[in-house]
């Protein structure tokens, strides 16, 4: 029996009606959620019991981006055993805590064990305990410039430059938009701070997710008929501190952090 691993051989079963009632806009949508673990068969109610039962034991559910970077810690770990931690502290911006490294996330501390281990403040969100462990193992510790440059300009794969728009700058402009006191919490959770710069908006603030990687956010209030603007620049030495994968990865958990932070106040 052959097993099913892609959205297509699934919308081909499906009644195409896109009558919304599993929750999803449209048939096809809904085969790429049934892939991904997101649905289940059932929630389609215009298939059979029988048809579900059979289909179920064929799918062969592509594992989440959150498992996907849980696979990537063990090797990273098992990697910072070669790192020398006191030689390190300088090039990382850390201290050094006993035998361990301990690093600012946006004002919290994080420690690191020789071995990997994480204890933090906060929760360990696996989009950016990867991040910080690259920083630490390949972080060239390259000082600021003072300089910033958008993401686009950091990465020459513009594959990466349009991941970085759909999945960070749109939807936090959006979390912003609909909840003005997200950059409250920036300054006053996350240890925003307010800077002068040459761009045009209403606020600029920078933000630390890790000592030598800052991120500066610019927003800019809707006003009348004009829409509202939010641009994220980085140091130019951005990418000689931490991969453009890891920097990518370490905005998308800032975003989780912040998405949780504002269904809070709801």
Known sequence: MSKLDNPLEIYKLLPKSNCKQCGVATCLAFAAAVIKGQKRLNACPHL?????????????????????????????????????????????????????????????????????????????????????????????????????????????????????EQRFEKPLKQLTDSHPDLIEDMIYIFNGKPVETSFTSD??????????VPILICYTKPAEDLESKLNVFFDTTAEDNLSIDSIYMLCVGLLVMFQKITSRHI
Do not use: M
């Open 48 to 164: 059979e019991s029988t048809v579900i039962e059979e289909l179920d034991g064929r799918i062969i559910r592509q594992p989440t981006p959150e498992e996907q970077l849980k696979q990537v810690l063990e090797p990273l770990k098992r990697e910072i055993v070669t790192v020398d931690f006191p030689a390190s502290v300088k090039r990382l911006g850390a201290r050094l805590s006993g035998d361990k490294l301990t690093i600012k996330c946006l004002g919290k501390a994080f420690t690191v064990s020789s071995v990997g281990t994480i204890i933090s403040e906060c929760h360990n969100n696996v989009w950016v305990t990867v991040p910080l462990l690259n920083y630490i193992i390949y972080s060239a510790g390259k000082d600021l410039s003072g300089k910033w440059v958008t993401f686009r300009e950091l990465s020459n794969e513009p594959v990466w430059a349009a991941f970085f």
């Open 203 to 212: 606020i600029s603030l920078v933000l630390y997710p890790l000592p030598k």
